[in-house]
């Protein structure tokens, strides 16, 4: 636990939306921010995220509600198509946003860029930490080491802190049976064939989808069902593998796969403590709810406002207020994620079928409320009310 005085220093892990919006608030409670990120540089682009819920809330009291409108995505519609690229269901952009109220959909890095902007905290890149204790004295890859009132763990799903200190993921990751890689790519002919339409081609067990986001550029997700979480060595290697054979824009999209392709197992982190002597985890690191629950940029900016709002109120008892409020909206959001995996990733052609038939029929009301209650987990109550 934090000691409570002036000059009270942060180490954050990780340069992540959790990260940053620590970052973001910590700074503005008078902490004094360090952020260490092991990525070389900024990293720009990435996946195209839905930014609704509770995180729409706080981006709302950071005021960067303008500069995330600003990066919308403009998304027409989301549409199945089948291999030849011909339509089989759609849900039109209005029916969608009655469905996820105040959606903003915009690439990560994106979000990510808008947070940044914000923060007087320098970012370390190309770096980590070797060793944390939890009395919060931290060692670097440099040899060199110092000691931090508050060490956040904001790394991710894969957190370095959260092994360091909490013991080897394996303890705290539930896979969920599938690899998914995204990325993002400028290509004009590319893009102009998707346009401003989300478009998926499901067949079982695999899905591709993609959307042209802006200046000819497009952001696409594949998602395939593997019994092992175990890697590839060579993704790009693997992905062609899979999806080579699928027709539509997927040997295109196969033959711009960037170096720096994301590619990971889709799984969730369950622990039941978040938080160790003064060292706390954020984020993915804690209570990553995953790609099927689709919330997990909205949650992590969540944590990190409702922690620094709690170390704020008071060191004593900071951390188990902290868990004691995201866990629950956490927990709920990461069993919805499980239900959601039908709905992304159908094991079979007629659980395809049965979901573009609820896309088809998605302007009904009663279709709509079904919707809503697959595509927004209810996690409201989290934040205080607003000010
Ligand atoms: C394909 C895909 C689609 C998604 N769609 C949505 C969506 O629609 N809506 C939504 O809200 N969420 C979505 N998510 C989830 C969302 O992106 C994550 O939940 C969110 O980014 C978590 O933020 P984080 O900061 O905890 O982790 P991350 O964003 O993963 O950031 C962790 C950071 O820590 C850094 N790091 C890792 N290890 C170390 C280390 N040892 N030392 C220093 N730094 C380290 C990483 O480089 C990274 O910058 C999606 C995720 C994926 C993969």
Redesign the pocket.
């Known amino acids: 636990m934090p000691k409570s005085n002036a000059q009270q220093r942060a180490l954050i892990?990780?340069?992540?939306?959790?990260?940053l919006t620590s970052a973001w608030w910590l700074e503005r409670a008078g902490w004094d921010v360090s952020v260490?990120?092991?990525?070389p540089s900024f990293?720009a682009g990435g996946?195209l995220?839905?930014?609704f819920g509770p995180?729409h809330e706080v981006a709302r009291r950071m005021g960067l509600l303008p500069a995330l409108e600003a990066r919308r995505a403009p998304i027409s519609s989301v549409t199945s198509v089948d291999s030849s690229g011909r339509r089989r269901a759609e849900i039109s952009a209005a029916a969608y946003e009655a469905v996820a109220d105040g959606v903003i959909s915009l690439l990560?890095g994106d979000l990510a860029s808008v947070i940044r902007a914000e923060l007087r905290a320098s970012i370390r890149y190309g770096t980590?930490?070797s060793a944390v204790f939890d009395d919060g004295r931290v060692t670097f890859p440099d040899g060199s080491s110092d000691e931090f009132d508050l060490v956040v763990g904001?790394?991710?799903?894969?957190s370095?802190v959260r092994e360091l200190v909490f013991g080897p993921s394996a303890s705290f990751v539930r896979y969920l049976g599938h690899h998914?890689a995204?990325f993002s790519v400028r290509d004009v002919e590319l893009s102009a064939r998707i346009g401003h339409r989300y478009q998926m081609l499901t067949v079982p067990h695999r899905m591709i989808g993609c959307y042209a986001v802006r200046d000819g550029a497009m952001a696409a997700?594949m998602l395939y069902r593997s019994a092992s979480p175990e890697l590839p060595a060579d993704p790009a290697a693997a992905l062609r593998e899979r999806f080579g054979d699928l027709g539509w824009v997927a040997p295109a999209l196969l033959s711009v796969l960037p170096e720096d392709v994301?590619y990971?197992e889709v799984s969730q982190v369950d622990m039941p403590v978040w938080h160790r002597g003064r060292v706390v985890l954020v984020?993915?690191?804690c209570g990553?709810v995953s790609?099927f629950a689709?919330?997990?940029?909205?949650l992590?900016m969540t944590g990190a406002c409702v922690l620094a709002e709690e170390l704020t109120a008071g060191a004593e008892g900071a951390f188990e207020r902290y868990q004691g409020r995201m866990k629950p909206a956490v927990e709920h959001t990461q069993e919805f994620g499980r239900r959601f995996i039908g709905w992304m990733a159908p094991s079979s052609a007629w659980r395809i079928a049965l979901r573009d038939m609820v896309l088809r029929l998605s302007g009904l009301p009663v279709v709509r409320k079904l919707i809503r209650g697959s595509v927004a987990p209810d996690v409201d109550g989290v934040l205080t009310p607003a000010t």
């Open positions: 892990v990780g340069a992540g939306i959790a990260g260490v990120e092991k990525a990293r996946y995220i839905d930014f995180g990560r980590t930490v904001a790394d991710g799903v894969h370095r998914t995204a997700l994301y990971d984020g993915d690191a990553a790609l689709g919330h997990g940029a909205s992590a």
